[in-house]
């Protein structure tokens, strides 16, 4: 399953299934990018970051793709399970912005279906 | 056993009261910060500090107050001032540079 973070904050997949949730990032300046992982009234979970000089990092079960070029970001998830169900975001960095600021997308909820 | 702590989890005021929320992190981080995030919605930035005695306001600072005079504690106070102060109030904490850890977050309800 795909879905891009702003236009389909849902995304179903059956357990087992690989998981792609992306988000579109707004300043081209933006040198700094995090996934985080959020259940149901708990605080988000770092998953994963990467820097703008990568084009790709991997995890584990998770890797995250970034394209510069037209400014967007992809979190993978293989094998997906039960428990990765939850609101993933997307944060991004931009340097003039003070040390560490971060700007997040709305979310994208994961629901994997048993 | 590291972290950030966030207290009450649950917190209920009357309108019209000034109220304020716990933060401490024994993470050793110098930078400490304030999200709001409303059902559905993804997170906001009320305040943040990079060091002891020094913090700036984020994007939605108006109603809100914080201090930091330790570095392992940030109270963020919600005055009456804020309009709309239901919300679940999340706190973190970075080393400038790397990801930002977030605590477990307290529920606002203000009737």
């Known amino acids: 399953g795909e879905s891009v973070g702003l236009h389909l904050p849902t995304l179903s997949v059956q357990e087992g299934d690989n998981s792609i949730i992306n988000c579109a990032y707004s300043?081209?300046?933006?040198?700094?990018f995090i996934w985080y992982k959020q259940e149901s009234g708990k605080g988000p979970q770092f998953i994963i970051d990467?820097?703008?000089?990568?084009d790709k990092r991997q995890g584990q079960r998770v890797t995250v793709l970034l394209n510069k070029t037209v400014k967007h970001l992809s979190l993978q998830i293989a094998a997906t399970q039960p428990g990765d169900s939850a609101v993933y975001f997307c944060?991004?960095?931009?340097?003039?912005?003070?040390?560490?600021?971060?700007?997040f997308g709305t979310g994208t909820r994961l629901t994997v279906i048993p | 056993d590291g972290g950030i702590t966030q207290s009450p989890k649950y917190l209920f005021r009357k309108e019209g009261q000034n109220v304020t929320l716990s933060c401490e992190q024994n993470?050793?981080?110098?930078?400490m910060y304030w999200y709001r995030q409303d059902p559905g919605q993804g997170l906001r930035l009320i305040y943040y500090?990079?060091?002891?005695?020094?913090?700036q306001k984020g994007d939605i600072a108006e109603g809100y107050s914080v201090s930091r005079e330790k570095k392992e504690s940030f109270p963020l106070t919600v005055t009456s001032a804020q309009k709309n102060p239901t919300a679940f109030y999340l706190c973190?904490?970075?080393?400038?540079?790397?990801?930002?850890?977030f605590g477990p977050g307290t529920r606002l309800t203000v009737t």
């Open positions: 973190a904490s970075s080393t400038p540079g790397q990801e930002q850890y």
């Open positions: 300043n081209s300046a933006s040198d700094y």
């Open positions: 500090s990079q060091i002891v005695n020094d913090f």
């Open positions: 990467i820097r703008s000089n990568m």
């Open positions: 944060a991004e960095n931009t340097p003039q912005t003070g040390a560490n600021n971060l700007f």
């Open positions: 993470l050793n981080h110098d930078a």
